[in-house]
């Protein structure tokens, strides 16, 4: 799991903050998840990104949650007016691409997280 | 979403003992089923993928089968040592390149 950066570690919100959690993929990983751990639960899939494209945001709360992978620079996961249900350790994980050929090779490799702790 | 379950969700066994875990998942959609080791304030790191039913993959004493019909991978460690203690995660992977990720199973191993 060496080079994927989370930041940063903890980070501690009053309700009705804003949370910005970044994420800077391994050298030449396109693929950037998102995943959330709820006190207790397994890890829960929130969002898949490449650059600058979302490709699978089923996992995302409708409301004040977004997620971005620029061009440049690392992919960010925004929550708007945070409520202490937000109280979660946030992983990332990238990946290569599937090769052309279609074997899987997109192993993931996960940052250490960001916990978030709303007040 | 899809369900992934492990079963069990915790598991204590004594150093040297040898033990064994399952992943369940759908039998359709299949792309691959990932295994990932998680200790304790650290990150989910990689195990295996698998791809192919009757796939059997190992690291060392760890081993892994799959069985893609019927909805199943099951983990295995031969001769536990107290290193080995983490929380097994499996995860579920799509033709989309989704992953759905079970609660993993907790395992102590006790010297």
Redesign the interface.
């Known amino acids: 799991?060496a080079g994927?950066m989370q930041n940063p570690r903890h980070l501690v919100r009053r309700r009705g903050q804003e949370a910005r959690l970044r994420c800077s993929p391994m050298k030449g990983h396109s693929?950037v998840?998102w995943?959330r751990q709820l006190p207790e639960?397994?890890?829960?899939?929130m969002v898949?990104l490449q650059k600058e494209n979302i490709?699978?945001e089923?996992?995302m709360p409708k409301e004040r949650f977004s997620a971005e992978f620029p061009k440049e620079g690392p992919s960010i996961l925004r929550i708007q007016q945070v409520v202490r249900g937000d109280s979660a350790a946030y992983?990332c994980?990238s990946s290569l691409p599937?090769t052309a050929g279609g074997?899987?090779?997109?192993?993931?490799?996960?940052?250490?997280?960001t916990r978030l702790s709303v007040l | 979403i899809l369900n992934v379950e492990q079963s069990p969700q915790s598991l204590h066994v004594q150093e040297g003992d040898s033990t064994n875990f399952t992943c369940s998942f759908p039998s359709s959609n299949f792309y691959a089923l990932h295994w990932y080791r998680w200790e304790t304030a650290k990150s989910p790191e990689a195990l295996f993928v698998m791809t192919l039913n009757g796939d059997e993959k190992k690291k060392g004493r760890i081993s892994a089968t799959l069985n893609t019909k019927e909805g199943y991978s099951y983990l295995y460690i031969k001769g536990s040592q107290p290193e080995d203690s983490a929380t097994y995660l499996c995860a579920f992977n799509g033709p989309g390149n989704q992953f759905y990720f079970g609660t993993g199973t907790s395992l102590t191993v006790i010297p």
Do not use: P
Request: charged share 15%; aromatic share 24%; proline share 0%.
């Open positions: 799991n994927v693929h998840y995943y639960e397994g890890l829960k899939f898949y490709i699978d089923s996992g992983f994980a599937m074997i899987a090779k997109n192993i993931q490799y996960f940052g250490a997280g």
